[in-house]
T-cell receptor, first 119, second 113 residues
Framework: AQSVTQLDSHVSVSEGTPVLLRCNYS??????LFWYVQHPNKGLQLLLK??????LVKGINGFEAEFKKSETSFHLTKPSAHMSDAAEYFC?????????????????FGKGTHLIIQP | GAGVSQSPSNKVTEKGKDVELRCDPI?????LYWYRQSLGQGLEFLIY????????KSGLPSDRFSAERTGGSVSTLTIQRTQQEDSAVYLC???????????FGQGTRLTVV
């Protein structure tokens, strides 16, 4: 079975300071990993994806994430937070050939991290 | 189409009525997913389709929920005898094939009164 854990339900940072949103995954197979962002009353937008190429992945809006197999992590970072980054962020894992019910062979979402940017 | 389209965008229904939610995926996308997002909650997986087939229906909350996909394109999620706990935003997504990035629609906000 595959699963994903977002370690923080809320993260608060000051504008201009670094952002770190933590994500750990569990998968029996080589996974694909994604980060999505959801702004208030908006749909989900793909930030970046890892699909077994480079372990450091760059996404939109200055975000990047590093796949670390030894730590089963895929943390999202940004060097300098902007007010417009305030949103809900979801870490997502997908892996082939797993039938565990409820999301198997699809996309399994973490519970989300609410990012708050302080002025 | 240019993106995933869901209709209606908002639906208010009386308890006990049936509702049908529609999803038009991106043209050529073989995989289609339905999720539910309740207020302040994460995404709850409901069902996915590979083509017209849904291999695993165990994510559907109850037997009042059903979904189908025809022609490898449009999908409908039907909720029979709606209950207040069914109130949520229902999100649809599609991807070119399974396990690739999914593109989400804007969702249908369902309110059961």
């Amino acid at each position: 079975a595959q699963s994903v854990t977002q370690l923080d339900s809320h993260v608060s940072v000051s504008e201009g300071t670094p952002v770190l949103l933590r994500c750990n995954y569990s998968s029996s197979y080589s996974p694909s990993l994604f980060w999505y962002v959801q702004h208030p009353n908006k749909g989900l937008q793909l930030l970046l994806k890892y699909t077994s190429a480079a372990t450091l992945v760059k996404g939109i809006n200055g975000f990047e994430a590093e796949f670390k197999k030894s730590e089963t992590s895929f943390h999202l970072t940004k060097p300098s937070a902007h007010m417009s980054d305030a949103a809900e962020y979801f870490c997502v894992v997908s892996a082939p050939g797993e039938y565990s019910g409820g999301g198997a062979d699809g996309l399994t979402f973490g519970k989300g991290t609410h990012l708050i940017i302080q002025p | 189409g240019a993106g995933v389209s869901q209709s209606p965008s908002n639906k208010v229904t009386e308890k006990g009525k049936d509702v049908e939610l529609r999803c038009d995926p991106i043209s050529g996308h073989t995989a289609l997913y339905w999720y539910r997002q309740s207020l302040g909650q994460g995404l709850e997986f409901l069902i996915y389709f590979q083509g017209n087939s849904a291999p695993d229906k165990s994510g559907l909350p109850s037997d009042r929920f059903s979904a189908e996909r025809t022609g490898g394109s449009v999908s409908t999620l039907t909720i029979q005898r709606t209950q207040q706990e069914d109130s949520a935003v229902y999100l649809c997504a599609s991807s070119l094939i399974l396990r690739t990035e999914a593109f989400f629609g804007q969702g249908t906000r369902l309110t059961v009164v």
